[in-house]
């Protein structure tokens, strides 16, 4: 009986992990930062409409996850012949929001700590009244199969940048574009957001947040 639950026991563990690396998103290439893209003199120009653009963001634990959202703050990109060539976004990490709690419910407490307006915790995350503002900047583009682009940037946090590059979608409508991403991965720990994590302090046990940190980005924009 023992060595049939063991038995048991092993292939239910193999089909958890299975199960969760299946269900992780995959990690965005990163590397050193780049030379920002330069455009063409016939450019066409896209300004973001900051209302309709989010930044959709996930973090894990071992009991459990949170998720939320992040605005723009501004944002312009160039097209040369419909292809996107470059441009920079600012984010606004002021508006980091909680989407899986409610308020009342420990939703504040936490946009708290991401932001670091806690006193004396205003290092553990994003710390925003130094660092209010992130960056994305284009460095290159490449075509992908099924009409998917790969978009490479400069992504600068906590004064911190590397390049990064993920699929994206690009559509079209009008004077309209839209910018999509499928959910990609990053290490939070290459921009110096180290909190809780096991890869930089020792002794944390189940205490810790993954190091991977789930984005989806969704940006609109109109000919400007």
């Not at 409409?49 to 634990?61: A, D, F, L, P, Q």
Request: proline share 1%.
């Amino acid at each position: 009986m023992k060595t049939k639950f063991l038995k048991f026991s092993m292939i239910l563990a193999i089909a958890i992990a299975f199960t969760s690396c299946k269900d992780k998103a995959d990690e965005a290439n990163t590397s050193e930062a780049e030379a920002a893209a330069v455009s063409e003199s016939t450019s066409q120009k896209y300004i973001a409409n900051v209302g309709e653009s989010t930044i959709t963001w996930k973090g894990y634990k071992p009991t459990g996850t949170h998720d939320g959202t992040i605005k723009l703050e501004s944002g312009s990109f160039k097209t040369d012949d419909g292809k996107l060539q470059s441009g920079t976004f600012l984010i606004d990490m002021t508006s980091i929001s909680v989407s899986d709690l409610e308020a009342g419910d420990g939703k504040e407490n936490l946009e708290a700590h991401l932001m670091g307006t806690v006193e004396g915790k205003e290092g553990d995350f994003f710390d925003v009244k130094k660092f209010p503002s992130a960056a994305f900047e284009i460095t290159g583009t490449e075509a992908l199969a099924a009409g998917k682009t790969r978009l490479s940037g400069n992504l600068a946090i906590k004064g911190q940048k590397h390049n990064i590059s993920f699929p994206v979608t690009i559509s079209n409508e009008g004077d309209m574009m839209t910018i999509e991403s499928e959910a990609f991965t990053i290490d939070r720990t290459k921009w110096g957001i180290n909190y809780g994590s096991k890869s930089v302090f020792d002794n944390l046990g189940d205490k810790f947040i993954n190091d991977d940190m789930e984005l989806k980005i969704l940006v609109k924009a109109k000919k400007g």
